[in-house]
């Protein structure tokens, strides 16, 4: 991320959480320049850009200032409580209700706010099609068999490059190239349990972990997620004592659907203890190359030292969804998965394989990732702008640092599979909440994907769902966000 965008985000976020009111004058560029160690002309942007998205004003000869009308971003939702769960987890049945709202809201008419994936004219096509057909002009006869499960060498080893790059020592023989990262996480819960076992997840969660528990017959023990901070730690020693499960599936950075990142520390606590209780951990890395600072974020595999953690990651959401390329790195499960992958689907594309391999190789790939970022991050800001002017003031949502989804907690009152329903009749697709759990407790949040629909489709999105809420629920005006 540029410097100045940064700084403008730390400014932003002091406007929004209300430390700096509107009418307070910001250092002068001069004095910001000198107490942050960034240049004039650094600040100077920073303040321009703040000031074209309407939070400061500049004063002839005085300076800039917090606009008046410089929204406040409510607090993060807190989770509910939750419901007690069996001693040996609950059964979960959701895939019917999952296919139902999905399969509702795949119209291209929509406007996708439900979407899982970002808006794919963000992504390089052309290069990868063009590192496709060199991939395949230089691959020999044999290489169709040879790139069998763990997948193509080649491609493996650039995506252990990536890892070296990023200070994590990884060995490519380890990587198993899969059909995704759901792929992946299937096979890894597969070689770790057996049926009837019960897994550690989230609440809320992403819905593919439910649908796989489901598919494959395990039972669900549920740990609440802080909507910032990620899984408690404290919270996670009594449940493991408790329940004892087989496995862990966890979404430590930028959790789907809170966009909850755990801090690093909290991620080595995290693989400590389940080493301690000997319960491997399966970890869905999808987002992270999706951050909006200045470094990624690390794994909590790059703290496993006795290879209980299975690390799962994809290039479905940062490069190319269509081509269906993730990886497995399963530590000392290794073989197990790699077997279980040749018994079910045998190996992934092989011209996505060397296409992305390719890709990788050039120059092009870092450059992409940071335009990805900027603009996700922009379009973040874009939705809560809107989600601030538009919603009632008992809304609340939280403002991840990565990914590209929001987690809302709508007002009192408002139950989301209904909202859906209208929303669909606006052409909206919202996801309901009751979508990333084994209940109903989520059933008056909603996940927005900011990533998925253009800036404009943002507004009129958010407009529409102000529409159906204002005629559902109408608040007192006084209590409604100034406009």
């Not at 002091?14 to 107490?35: D, F, H, N, T």
């Not at 949502?397 to 929001?406: E, N």
Request: with cysteine.
């Amino acid at each position: 991320m540029a410097l100045y965008i940064d700084y403008a985000e730390q400014v932003q976020s002091l406007i929004a959480s209300g430390a700096l009111p509107a009418g307070e004058r910001l250092p002068s560029v001069r004095e910001a320049s000198r107490r942050r160690g960034l240049s004039v002309s650094t600040v100077l942007q920073a303040y321009r850009l703040l000031e074209a998205r309407g939070l400061v004003e500049a004063r002839a000869r005085s300076g800039y200032y917090v606009s008046a009308g410089a929204v406040q971003y409510p607090q993060h939702p807190d989770p509910p409580a939750l419901a007690p769960a069996h001693e040996a987890g609950v059964p979960v049945d959701r895939s019917r209700l999952i296919h139902a709202v999905l399969d509702a809201s795949r119209s291209r008419e929509l406007m996708p706010l439900g979407s899982a994936f970002p808006d794919p004219r963000l992504f390089p096509l052309a290069r990868l099609r063009r590192s496709i057909y060199r991939g395949l002009r230089h691959a020999d006869a044999h290489q169709s068999v040879e790139d069998l499960s763990p997948g193509n060498a080649e491609l493996r080893r650039q995506i252990a490059i990536r890892y070296h790059l990023d200070g994590y020592h990884v060995d490519a023989n380890e990587i198993v190239i899969t059909h995704g990262a759901l792929e992946a996480l299937n096979l890894c819960l597969q070689a770790v349990t057996r049926p009837g076992d019960s897994v550690l997840i989230e609440h809320p969660t992403f819905y593919g972990a439910l649908q796989s528990i489901e598919r494959l017959g395990r039972r669900a023990v549920e740990i609440p997620v802080d909507a910032e901070t990620g899984v408690d730690i404290a919270d996670l020693r009594a449940r493991l004592a408790r329940f004892r499960p087989a496995a862990c599936w966890l979404m430590p950075t930028f959790q789907n659907p809170t966009g909850a990142l755990m801090p690093a520390l909290a991620k080595r606590a995290l693989v400590e203890l389940l080493a301690e209780y000997e319960v491997p951990l399966i970890e869905d890395d999808a987002y992270a190359e999706l951050y909006y600072g200045d470094q990624r974020p690390p794994p909590a595999r790059a703290f496993d030292t006795s290879g209980h953690v299975l690390h799962c990651g994809t290039f479905s959401k940062c490069l190319a969804p269509g081509y269906r390329i993730g990886w497995a790195m399963p530590g000392r499960h290794t073989a197990r998965v790699m077997r279980y992958k040749l018994d079910s689907t045998l190996a992934a594309s092989l011209p996505a394989q060397v296409g992305i391999a390719d890709y990788l190789a050039g120059t092009h790939y870092d450059r992409h990732l940071a335009a990805l970022r900027a603009e996700l991050c922009s379009r973040r800001d874009r939705l809560i702008e809107h989600l601030c002017r538009e919603l009632p003031a008992d809304i609340a949502f939280t403002r991840p640092a990565g990914g590209y989804v929001l987690w809302l907690r709508l007002p009192a009152g408002i139950d989301a599979r209904e909202l859906h329903r209208r929303a669909l009749a606006a052409e909206v697709a919202i996801a309901p909440g009751v979508l990333f759990s084994t209940d109903d407790t989520f059933n008056n949040y909603i996940r927005l994907n900011y990533g998925h629909p253009n800036p404009a489709e943002i507004a009129r999105g958010v407009a529409r769902l102000a529409e159906i809420i204002d005629r559902w629920h109408r608040p007192n005006p006084a209590s409604r966000h100034a406009r």
